[in-house]
Nanobody, 125 residues
């Protein structure tokens, strides 16, 4: 079993930066594909970014490409999402997820087995 805990959300102005963290418990963290998703009010959860087990491969949604960077430190059992040039449309609850079935980059939310509780990111205009 893996437990995921997100942190780092907050209220910022347009153009600001934030770094989200996702701390994972469990010995097999470094074999899991992981990702970030977000859900805005009244909208479905959407894919943001994914990273493979080693951190050597990443994939982004078009809406965040060039502004967000996903990374992981397997020695600390932690994944990160660096968010630059934030926009009001980035406002959402951000969730981290881990897949025990796939060690690569996973875009489909149904392929993830473990989810965090979410952290709120609010970007004011």
């Amino acid at each position: 079993q893996v437990q995921l805990v997100e942190s780092g959300g907050g209220l910022v102005q347009t153009g600001a930066s934030l770094r989200l963290s996702c701390a994972a418990s469990g010995r097999t963290f470094n074999s899991y594909g992981m990702g970030w998703f977000r859900q805005a009010p009244g909208k479905q959860r959407e894919f943001v970014a994914a990273i493979n087990w080693s951190g050597g491969n990443t994939y982004y949604a078009d809406s965040v490409k060039g502004r967000f960077t996903i990374s992981r430190d397997n020695t600390k059992n932690t994944m990160y999402l660096r968010m630059n040039s934030l926009k009001p449309e980035d406002t959402a609850v951000y969730y981290c997820a881990a897949s025990s079935r796939y060690s690569g980059m996973v875009v489909d939310a149904t392929q993830y087995d473990f989810w965090g509780q979410g952290t709120q990111v609010t970007v004011s205009s």
